[in-house]
C-alpha cells in the first residue's frame, strides 16, 4: 500500500533540487529552510544558498551577517542563526553524530531535525514529525488527539511500533518524503482530496467519512486574532548610508538592521519589540506602508528627517549607527528596504 504512495511521491517531487544530491549537510540546509517557509519559496533561495555554501566547512567559516544576508527572502532569520551554530559545532566535531541524543545537544537543532538528519539524511528507521506528518499518521490511523505535543507523543508511543515495521520493507527517507508530500498536497488541514489520495483504501479517517476531525483542533482561548500596531519609523540619510540599529537575539528579524522605530499606539499592551515615542510627533509623515508579522497588522509611518531633527524628535541619541545602503547586499529588514526604496527610489 505504501508503495503506491511512495511511487507518487518520487514521481511527482524527485525533482526538487534538495532531493538531487543528498548528504546530511544538504538535508540540514533544507530541512531548516523548509520550516515554516513554503516548497516554493525554498525552490528559489536553496540552490544559490548551497551553490555558495556548498558544505559544513564553508558554512561555518561565515558570519552571522552573512548568514543573514544569504538568508534573504526567507523569512525566520533565527533559523538562519541556528543553522549556523550548527554548522559551526558540526566543523569542530569533525562529522554529523550518529546518534539522535547527540544531535540535539548540536545547538539549533531540535527533535525534527534531528529525526530528519537521521530519516531523510541518512536513510535511517526514523519518523521525522512534522505538521503535515502528524496530520497525515493521525488520518491514515484515525488517532483523535489534539495536535501538537499530545498527538506527537501517542505517535510516538502507541503507532510507533507499527510504522518502525514499515521500515523493513520501505525506505526511511522514502517513506517520510512521501507522507510529507502527502500532507501538503492531499491531505492538508483544511482540505482533504481524498478521492485521488493514493492512500485512501487504507485510511480510517476517511472510512469514517469525516477526514477534517483528525487530528482534533486546539480549543479556542478565546483571545484576539490580530493586534492593530501603529509605528514610527525615521530616516536619517547621510552620504549615501542611512541611521539604523541591529536587532537583538530577543526581537523579530533579530540580526537585521533597521532604521530608527517606536510605537505610536499597540492594541497590544505588552508589546516590548520597539521602545514608545516619547512625546506626540507633530510633523506630518512623509508616507505610510503596511505590513505584519506574526498576530500584528502594521502601519508604518515614516519620516524623512535629518539627524537633529530626529533626535529632536525621538529624544534619543545614542544606540544606531550609519549602514551603507545597498539593496541586493544589505542586511535590512524588508519593511525598512521598502520605506528605503520609496525615500531613495529606485
Ligand atoms: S484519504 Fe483523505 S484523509 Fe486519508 S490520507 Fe488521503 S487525503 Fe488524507
Same mark, same amino acid.
Given at each position: 500500500?505504501?508503495?503506491?504512495? @511512495?511511487?507518487?511521491?518520487?514521481?511527482?517531487?524527485?525533482?526538487?533540487?534538495?532531493?538531487?544530491?543528498?548528504?546530511?549537510?544538504?538535508?540540514?540546509?533544507?530541512?531548516?529552510?523548509?520550516?515554516?517557509?513554503?516548497?516554493?519559496?525554498?525552490?528559489?533561495? +536553496?540552490?544559490?544558498?548551497?551553490?555558495?555554501?556548498?558544505?559544513?566547512?564553508?558554512?561555518?567559516?561565515?558570519? $552571522?551577517?552573512?548568514?543573514?544576508?544569504?538568508?534573504?527572502?526567507?523569512?525566520? +532569520?533565527?533559523?538562519?542563526? !541556528?543553522?549556523?551554530?550548527?554548522?559551526?559545532?558540526?566543523?569542530?566535531?569533525?562529522?554529523?553524530?550518529? $546518534?539522535?541524543?547527540?544531535?540535539?545537544? &548540536?545547538?539549533? @537543532?531540535?527533535?525534527?531535525?534531528?529525526?530528519?538528519?537521521?530519516?531523510?539524511?541518512?536513510?535511517?528507521?526514523?519518523?521525522?514529525?512534522?505538521?503535515?506528518?502528524?496530520?497525515?499518521?493521525?488520518?491514515?490511523?484515525?488517532?483523535?488527539?489534539?495536535?501538537?505535543?499530545?498527538?506527537?507523543?501517542?505517535?510516538?508511543?502507541?503507532?510507533?511500533?507499527?510504522?518502525?515495521?514499515?521500515?523493513?520493507?520501505?525506505?526511511?527517507?522514502?517513506?517520510?518524503?512521501?507522507?510529507?508530500?502527502?500532507?501538503?498536497?492531499?491531505?492538508?488541514?483544511?482540505?482533504?482530496?481524498?478521492?485521488?489520495?493514493?492512500?485512501?483504501?487504507?485510511? &480510517?479517517?476517511?472510512?469514517?467519512?469525516?477526514?477534517?476531525?483528525?487530528?482534533?483542533?486546539?480549543? $479556542?482561548?478565546?483571545?484576539?486574532?490580530? +493586534?492593530?500596531?501603529?509605528?514610527?519609523?525615521?530616516?536619517?540619510?547621510?552620504?549615501?548610508?542611512?541611521?539604523?540599529?541591529?536587532?537583538?537575539?530577543?526581537?523579530?528579524?533579530?540580526?537585521?538592521?533597521?532604521?530608527?522605530?517606536? &510605537?505610536?499606539?499597540?492594541?497590544?499592551?505588552?508589546?516590548?519589540?520597539?521602545?514608545?515615542?516619547?512625546?506626540?510627533?507633530?510633523?506630518?509623515?512623509?508616507?505610510? @506602508?503596511?505590513?505584519? &508579522?506574526?498576530?500584528?497588522?502594521?502601519?508604518?509611518?515614516?519620516?524623512?528627517?535629518?539627524?537633529?531633527?530626529?533626535?529632536?524628535?525621538?529624544?534619543?541619541?545614542?544606540?544606531?549607527?550609519?549602514?551603507?545602503?545597498?539593496?541586493?547586499?544589505? !542586511?535590512?529588514?524588508?519593511?525598512?528596504?521598502?520605506?528605503?526604496?520609496?525615500?531613495?527610489?529606485?
Amino acid at each position: 500500500m505504501y508503495s503506491k504512495l @511512495i511511487n507518487w511521491s518520487l514521481n511527482e517531487f524527485s525533482s526538487l533540487p534538495w532531493r538531487k544530491k543528498r548528504n546530511l549537510y544538504t538535508t540540514l540546509v533544507s530541512e531548516i529552510m523548509l520550516q515554516q517557509t513554503t516548497v516554493s519559496t525554498v525552490l528559489n533561495h +536553496y540552490p544559490v544558498f548551497i551553490k555558495k555554501y556548498p558544505n559544513i566547512k564553508s558554512l561555518s567559516k561565515i558570519s $552571522e551577517e552573512e548568514i543573514c544576508i544569504a538568508w534573504k527572502g526567507l523569512g525566520y +532569520y533565527r533559523r538562519a542563526r !541556528n543553522l549556523l551554530k550548527a554548522a559551526k559545532t558540526i566543523d569542530e566535531l569533525g562529522s554529523f553524530p550518529k $546518534e539522535k541524543s547527540e544531535l540535539i545537544k &548540536i545547538p539549533g @537543532i531540535g527533535e525534527y531535525t534531528a529525526s530528519a538528519l537521521i530519516s531523510i539524511g541518512d536513510d535511517r528507521p526514523e519518523l521525522a514529525i512534522d505538521a503535515n506528518i502528524e496530520r497525515v499518521v493521525s488520518r491514515l490511523y484515525g488517532v483523535k488527539e489534539q495536535k501538537g505535543l499530545k498527538l506527537q507523543k501517542k505517535i510516538r508511543t502507541e503507532l510507533y511500533p507499527k510504522i518502525e515495521k514499515l521500515f523493513k520493507t520501505y525506505s526511511s527517507r522514502e517513506l517520510n518524503e512521501a507522507l510529507m508530500d502527502l500532507g501538503r498536497v492531499y491531505c492538508q488541514a483544511r482540505k482533504a482530496d481524498c478521492s485521488i489520495c493514493p492512500m485512501k483504501s487504507r485510511c &480510517i479517517a476517511f472510512k469514517k467519512g469525516k477526514p477534517l476531525d483528525f487530528p482534533e483542533k486546539p480549543k $479556542e482561548k478565546g483571545s484576539k486574532k490580530y +493586534y492593530d500596531l501603529k509605528l514610527a519609523r525615521f530616516v536619517v540619510l547621510h552620504q549615501g548610508k542611512v541611521l539604523g540599529y541591529v536587532k537583538n537575539e530577543q526581537s523579530w528579524l533579530s540580526g537585521q538592521v533597521e532604521i530608527p522605530t517606536f &510605537i505610536i499606539k499597540s492594541e497590544d499592551s505588552s508589546l516590548v519589540q520597539y521602545p514608545k515615542v516619547r512625546k506626540v510627533i507633530k510633523e506630518k509623515a512623509n508616507g505610510k @506602508i503596511k505590513s505584519s &508579522i506574526t498576530k500584528y497588522r502594521i502601519e508604518n509611518h515614516y519620516w524623512v528627517v535629518s539627524k537633529a531633527d530626529f533626535e529632536r524628535i525621538s529624544g534619543i541619541s545614542k544606540g544606531y549607527k550609519y549602514f551603507k545602503f545597498d539593496r541586493q547586499m544589505g !542586511n535590512f529588514s524588508t519593511t525598512t528596504l521598502k520605506i528605503l526604496n520609496k525615500v531613495i527610489g529606485d
